[in-house]
T-cell receptor, first 117, second 114 residues
C-alpha cells in the first residue's frame, strides 16, 4: 500500500525567503512522485513529477524537488518565495506505474503556504 | 483549450434530494477521474474511467453514489439520496494515456447538503 505524509499543514515564509515543503512517502515499488498546487477556488495543477532518471526535478514557477530513496522523501523547494506562491501544495504518490502514473494517485493532506510581505 | 469544465460551480440542496454533478474532460483525453475533497479526509479518488469504461470504483463511498460516462466528452456523478456528510468539493480530472501526461483538474463543484 502507498501513502504520503506531509509534515506541517501550514507553513509561513517571508517574501524572498527559501520555501521548503516536506513530503515523505511509503511505497512497495519504485514510485512515481508528484507535487500539485491548488490556488483558491481552483482545481489542482501539476507543479512537477518524478518517474525515473534524474532525481532532481524542476517544475514550473521556479520550484524543484529531489527524490531521495534512502530517506523516502520528495521535498519541494524554491529559493526565493513570491507573494504569488501562496496556495495549498499537495504531494502525491503512485506505485501503480502504468503509462502516466495517474491511475492510482494517493494525495497527502496538503500544506498551506502563506507568504509574509 | 478550455480545460476540464465542471458544472455547477456551487450546489446547495436539502438532505434526501438527488444531486448530479457534470464534467466535460479535455478533448482527446481518454482517462477521467472523480475526486472528493474535504477538510477531514483530504483528496479521495472516487472512480476513474478509461475510454469511457469504469476501471476502478473502489473509492465510491456508498451505493448512493454512481457515476457514468456515456461518451468521451461527458461524465456525471450522481448522489441519490444526498446526506449532509456528502458536503465537499468534487473535482473532475482528465488525462491522456501518454508517458508523463499530467492530470488536468476542473475548478470543482462545491456541494452543500443541508
Amino acid at each position: 500500500a502507498q501513502s504520503v505524509t506531509q509534515l506541517g499543514s501550514h507553513v509561513s515564509v517571508s517574501e524572498g525567503a527559501l520555501v521548503l515543503l516536506r513530503c515523505n512517502y511509503s511505497s512497495s515499488v519504485p514510485p512515481y512522485l508528484f507535487w500539485y498546487v491548488q490556488y483558491p477556488n481552483q482545481g489542482l495543477q501539476l507543479l512537477l513529477k518524478y518517474t525515473t532518471g534524474a532525481t532532481l526535478v524542476k517544475g514550473i514557477n521556479g520550484f524543484e524537488a529531489e527524490f531521495k530513496k534512502s530517506e523516502t522523501s520528495f521535498h519541494l523547494t524554491k529559493p526565493s518565495a513570491h507573494m504569488s506562491d501562496a496556495a495549498e501544495y499537495f504531494c502525491a504518490v503512485s506505485d501503480l506505474g502504468g503509462t502516466t502514473g495517474n491511475e492510482k494517485l494517493t494525495f497527502g493532506t496538503g500544506t498551506r503556504l502563506t507568504i509574509i510581505p | 483549450d478550455a480545460g476540464v469544465i465542471q458544472s455547477p460551480r456551487h450546489e446547495v440542496t436539502e438532505m434526501g434530494q438527488e444531486v448530479t454533478l457534470r464534467c466535460k474532460p479535455i478533448s482527446g483525453h481518454n482517462s477521467l477521474f472523480w475526486y472528493r475533497q474535504t477538510m477531514m479526509r483530504g483528496l479521495e479518488l472516487l472512480i476513474y474511467f478509461n475510454n469511457n469504461v469504469p476501471i476502478d470504483d473502489s473509492g465510491m463511498p456508498e451505493d448512493r453514489f454512481s457515476a457514468k460516462m456515456p461518451n468521451a466528452s461527458f461524465s456525471t456523478l450522481k448522489i441519490q439520496p444526498s446526506e449532509p456528510r456528502d458536503s465537499a468539493v468534487y473535482f473532475c480530472a482528465s488525462s491522456v494515456d501518454r508517458d508523463n501526461s499530467p492530470l488536468h483538474f476542473g475548478n470543482g463543484t462545491r456541494l452543500t447538503v443541508t
